[in-house]
């Protein structure tokens, strides 16, 4: 039976990121449940990063990790992990206030947002339709995510430094057996003094099975389809296009445009299907907003996106089991902040100081800890 320092129960963005911060200072294994890593949220995300538009702690976390990703550790990943995309929100009428608001928030933080009249709005993204978009801005500070290219390097970087990553385990048992925990998949038993529950929408399944009180992690359904854009439209030039309130985005994706109607639809842990609704949604949507008639869905899928009742993070040892640690409940922003929250979990299961970029941003080792839902 091989013994570990930590044991890391998902695959996943979070788990491997984990893994990859923390193998030079302690033995890791990752075990993952799927044959492929980042099998269900991770392969599945639209995988944007932006430095505003969530909620402040998130936000955060975001600044906290965009230098590693802008400017990775020499040798880390064989191609950019960040590919400028540029925004335009915008809003319909009655929304025109709002979006005003918006880009003079932006623009008092220094941020070289661009106000867009009708001319440039097409000027931008031809496909819109002017007559939707009552009100509308550019944001320079998007980027596209090269989400395998970075799972990828935090996953051979954290082998080279002697991590073993094993998929096709699934959980079957975990016990703390002394200072020990035991645990059994479908093919062997391993041993680790500390147990990480990365599992994504099934970590409350995971810590019950290890007989820890769940913190209330629920996973969400998110739609999107692909559908083919007209003949002379550069897909590569064309910048994310997001409703002011969420209600619906668009990018380029593969020569064709992403759209999804931004649903999050509470539903159980599985590998998750499209509704027949929510494809409509989104069709109708880039119909609504652009001038695109979509004639078929080329393709549709969705994904789970996991979120604690405050809807954000929860790292840190659970309340009735300190060898047990949550590592769950990133929502859709696990791939942006990976950097942030694999490096702050690794400084906790270390007994490293909170790394210097979470502290300027004011995030200590409590800020995520599951000891809140008590």
């Not at 915008?90 to 005003?100: D, N």
């Not at 559908?227 to 668009?250: R, S």
């Not at 931004?262 to 409509?280: G, H």
Request: glycine content about 8%; charged content about 20%.
């Amino acid at each position: 039976m091989q013994t570990f320092d930590i044991a890391i129960i998902g695959g996943g963005i979070a788990g491997i990121s984990l893994a990859y911060f923390l193998s030079p200072h302690r033995s890791v294994v990752v075990l993952e449940r799927e044959p492929a890593l980042g099998y269900h949220s991770t392969g599945r995300s639209a995988a944007e990063f932006t430095l505003r538009d969530n909620a402040p702690l998130v936000n955060a976390l975001a600044r906290a990790s965009h230098a590693f990703l802008a400017t990775p550790p020499e040798g880390f990943a064989t191609v950019p992990l960040l590919i400028p995309r540029g925004s335009i929100l915008l809003g319909t009428h009655g929304k025109e206030a709002l979006v005003h608001e918006r880009f003079e928030q932006a623009k008092a933080l220094g941020v070289a947002v661009e106000w867009l009249d009708e001319a440039a709005l097409l000027a931008r993204a031809p496909i819109l339709n002017p007559a939707y978009a009552a009100a509308a801005y550019f944001d320079p500070d998007y980027w596209d995510i090269e989400v395998d290219a970075l799972l990828q390097a935090y996953a051979r970087h954290a082998r080279r430094h002697g991590a073993l990553i094993l998929e096709n385990r699934q959980l079957a048992a975990a016990r703390r057996v002394g200072e020990k925990w035991l645990i059994e998949t479908n093919e062997e038993t391993i041993a680790a003094g500390v147990l990480v529950n990365a599992a994504g929408g099934w970590a409350d399944m995971v810590a019950s099975l290890a007989g820890v009180a769940p913190v209330g992690i629920v996973p969400h359904r998110r739609t999107a389809i692909t559908v083919d854009l007209p003949e002379g439209v550069d897909a590569g030039h064309l910048p994310e296009i997001n409703e002011i309130e969420e209600i619906f985005y668009f990018k380029p994706e593969g020569g064709r445009l992403l759209a999804s109607p931004a649903d999050a639809t509470p539903c159980e842990p599985a590998d998750v299907q499209p509704e027949e609704l929510d494809i409509a949604y989104a069709a109708h949507y880039v119909e609504e907003a652009t001038t695109l008639s979509v004639r078929r869905v080329f393709k549709s899928w969705a994904g789970m996106r996991s979120f604690s009742a405050d809807r954000l993070p929860v790292i840190g040892p659970a309340r009735d089991e300190p060898s047990f640690f949550w590592l769950a409940g990133q929502g859709g922003y696990g791939i942006l902040t990976s950097p942030a929250l694999g490096s702050l979990a690794s400084a906790l299961l270390a007994g490293s100081p909170v790394p210097e970029p979470l502290v300027c941003e004011g995030i200590g080792a409590d800020t995520f800890s599951p000891a809140r839902f008590s």
